[in-house]
Nanobody
Framework: QVQLVESGGGLVQPGGSLRLSCLASGTIFSIPVMAWYRQAPGKQRELVANITNYSTEYADSVKGRFTISRDNAKNTVYLRMNSLKPEDTAVYYC?????????????????WGQGTLVTVSS
């Protein structure tokens, strides 16, 4: 099976920066899409950013402040967050759709990490 493990969350002051990391472990053929979502208290989970080998996409609320990147050799996705605001406070979840091979058959999985809390407060 494939697991995603996030790290890098914590408490930061407004205007500060954090970098989140998410490592995918398991027997993986490829990972077409890796993404970060977040869920603030009392709100629905929302897409923050996603990345393929060819493109990136960002929520309007984070454009110009957050940068998503990936290291395919390490099966890792990163989220660099700058100019953080109190409204960025949320649990951040990593998502991936790894391709695995089981009994000679390739198939896609959808996997979520356990989440890492980011709190932006003075």
């Amino acid at each position: 099976q494939v697991q995603l493990v996030e790290s890098g969350g914590g408490l930061v002051q407004p205007g500060g920066s954090l970098r989140l990391s998410c490592l995918a472990s398991g027997t993986i053929f490829s990972i077409p899409v890796m993404a970060w979502y977040r869920q603030a208290p009392g709100k629905q989970r929302e897409l923050v950013a996603n990345i393929t080998n060819y493109s990136t996409e960002y929520a309007d609320s984070v454009k110009g402040r957050f940068t998503i990147s990936r290291d395919n050799a390490k099966n890792t996705v990163y989220l660099r967050m700058n100019s953080l605001k109190p409204e960025d406070t949320a649990v951040y979840y990593c998502f991936a759709d790894p391709v695995v091979r089981t009994d000679g058959v390739y198939r896609y999985l959808e996997v979520w990490g356990q989440g890492t809390l980011v709190t932006v407060s003075s």
